[in-house]
């Protein structure tokens, strides 16, 4: 297979450029945002993380992915399990808008909800008729939230099941599995480390949104503002050490999810490895 391997400085050219380019804009900024948060000194680090508002902000931002991401993790599965398990009309139209948000700008979405629930929106009059506050409120961040992080878990799950096919919960069906315990049992196990994948991706996602929480938020200092809209709060105000050290909270986050990213791709990989082997070591032990 000589022929098919590149050169030696091919794969160090490569190499290369994939270490410039992680170093420039993911090292570099990470190490930027620590270095400004203890620029002066842990006192003021921990006063900037210990501010009411600040941690309204955090409490806000864990309510919200609390409620979005098992939002999405039943919409996901339900979804994926009808896409790769089931025949039907519609089943592209399904997958489109599926990938909707991945589309459409999540500053778009947020003008949308607003248009719908504002109080000048089409349902905004029936709202305050009868007292129900969705836009500037935690609803609506809610809402904002769960519509721009719904594809990650359906995106990872469609591909496995898909791959997975019908053969084992059949099999369970046609043993006397009723189609719950076979979704238990068969399906789910199967898909387990796929579903945590995409879990974490989503609640990455749902503690990082900007865009269409910005819209909707209202921006309302201890109550509305998650914590990316507090950081830009504090920075707007060239208060940069307290932006930065509520900062270090979400690249934080964005460490743990890539190091359990990685986990979980090394265990799938190892569990993949396994399956391709095992096969042939049953023909071996046949052999002998």
Known sequence: ?????????????????????LTLFLILPLIAVFTEAFKQGAGVFVAAIAEPETLS???????????????????????????????????????????LPFAVSPVIAGLIFVLLFGSQGILGPWLD???IKIIFAVPGIVLATTFVTFPFVARELIPIMEAQGKDEEE????????????FLRVTLPNVKWGL??????CNARAMGE????????????????????????????????????????????ALVTLIVKSFIEWKTEKLSGAEVESPFDVSEERAG
Request: hydrophobic share 60%; glycine share 6%; proline share 2%.
């Open 1 to 21: 297979m000589k022929h098919l391997t590149e050169p030696a400085y091919v794969r160090w050219i490569l190499i290369g450029v994939a270490l410039l380019f």
């Open 57 to 99: 902000a955090v409490k806000l931002t864990l309510l919200v992915a609390a409620i979005s991401v098992p939002l999405n993790v039943t919409f996901g599965i339900a979804a994926a399990w009808a896409i790769a398990k089931f025949s039907f009309r519609g089943k592209n139209i399904l997958l489109t808008l599926i990938d």
């Open 129 to 131: 008729l009868h007292d």
């Open 171 to 182: 099999a369970a069906v046609s043993l006397g599995a009723s189609g719950w315990k076979t």
């Open 196 to 201: 945590l994948y995409g879990v974490i991706l």
């Open 210 to 253: 900007f865009g269409a929480v910005s819209v909707v938020s209202g921006h309302i200092r201890g109550m509305t503002n998650t914590l990316p809209l507090h950081v830009e709060i504090l920075y707007n105000e060239y208060q940069f050490a307290a932006a930065f050290a509520v900062a270090t909270l979400l690249a934080a986050l």
